[in-house]
């Protein structure tokens, strides 16, 4: 179902069903999400569960996963909602910054092409001023960072053979040491990098698509169901918590 059409949910089923499948990870899951920096899940109003805004831009509709999908997005602490990007992105507005010298960025999202290509999830405007930037793009899915005492720190994993059409949680994280990039809870690509405290800027916080310069490019055709940001480095076992099941 998308948001324009009106029908009954069946949630307090699916809510009994998802119980079966994993009580102690909704719990975990919870107490790790309320203390995000900010987060973002949908329903059929659009953003849910986050003091602050998100606003579709664009080709974009929110859709209510039904059966073993919904069931599993509310297992894992879902809302059984997703957005559907079809040209569109999601915009946060240029007032949330990562500080300091640590941070965790957090994007679960499916591109049924299976092509992967776009910007995912980032604070960016140039490769000087980039807060952060989780981005796919020539085969590649990777993050960068930029700090005041170096310049800017990238890390990547290729693609092909990973990602294809599937649900995914991408997770970018820097300790102040290195910057290390996870898909569904495993460790796939790292790089030393002790760049201080993040480059703080006024660019647009967007969610499929990316910001140059103050302008909207590379939009990122695919679904998302949860973003979130920390000004920490979640723990290795707090990065498997987000991937119960995928």
Request: aromatic letters at 8%.
């Amino acid at each position: 179902m998308v948001a324009s059409v009106t029908a009954k949910s069946a949630l307090p089923a699916v809510l009994l069903l998802a119980a079966l499948f994993s009580n102690c990870s909704v719990a975990a899951g919870a107490d790790l999400r309320g203390d995000a920096l900010a987060r973002w899940t949908f329903a059929s109003s659009g953003v849910v569960d986050s003091n602050n805004a998100l606003e579709p831009v664009g080709k974009v509709e929110f859709v209510d996963l039904t059966g073993e999908e919904k069931a599993a997005s509310v297992a894992r602490g879902g809302t059984g909602w997703i957005a559907r990007l079809e040209g569109g992105h999601l915009d946060a507005g240029p007032h949330l910054n990562l500080t300091g010298d640590a941070a965790t960025v957090y994007l679960r999202a499916r591109d049924t092409s299976g092509s992967w290509e776009g910007g995912l999830f980032n604070k960016r405007g140039s490769h000087e001023i980039t807060n952060f930037n989780l981005f796919a793009a020539d085969g590649r899915i990777g993050g960068e960072f930029h700090g005041e005492a170096l310049a800017l720190g990238s890390v990547a994993f290729p693609s092909q053979g990973t990602m294809g059409s599937d649900w995914h949680d991408l997770v970018l994280r820097y300790d102040g040491q290195a910057i290390e990039i996870f898909c569904d809870g495993s460790r796939l690509a790292a790089v030393p990098w002790a760049g201080g405290k993040l480059t703080q800027n006024d660019e647009r916080l967007l969610i499929g698509a990316e910001s140059v310069g103050g302008a909207v490019a590379r939009p990122f055709k695919g679904e998302v169901e949860e973003a979130a940001i920390w000004s920490r480095a979640l723990t290795d076992e707090e990065i498997a918590a987000l991937s119960p099941s995928r």
